[in-house]
Nanobody
Framework: QVQLVESGGGLVQPGGSLRLSCAAS????????MGWYRQAFGKQRELVAA???????NYVDSVKGRFTISRDNAKNTVYLQMNSLKPEDTAVYYC?????????WGQGTPVTVSS
């Protein structure tokens, strides 16, 4: 059974930081491309950051220079370090694992950026 369990979300003030974690089980983690999506209220889900099995990374323009995605294959975990957070970063953040036709999602962790 595949499980992706996100943690680390919460309430933070503008300019603050959070680190999201996603622990995977039931998959050969190291060969999967991993990603973080987010969905704000009333908006479509968007890809925030992705890291391939070869550790290539890409980011949506709005988070470049502020967010960093990384992975630890020994711990089967992918991270999203979020710095200089803005109110527009408020959303539910989802972890994904993808390999060819296989695509798995976590349950999401909410992030609220507000003073």
């Amino acid at each position: 059974q595949v499980q992706l369990v996100e943690s680390g979300g919460g309430l933070v003030q503008p300019g603050g930081s959070l680190r999201l974690s996603c622990a995977a089980s039931g998959i050969s983690f190291s060969v999967y491309d991993m990603g973080w999506y987010r969905q704000a209220f009333g908006k479509q889900r968007e890809l925030v950051a992705a890291i391939s099995s070869f550790h290539y990374t890409n980011y949506v323009d709005s988070v470049k220079g502020r967010f960093t995605i990384s992975r630890d294959n020994a711990k089967n975990t992918v991270y999203l370090q979020m710095n200089s957070l803005k109110p527009e970063d408020t959303a539910v953040y989802y972890c994904t694992a993808r390999l060819t036709i296989h695509n798995y999602w976590g349950q999401g962790t909410p992030v609220t950026v507000s003073s």
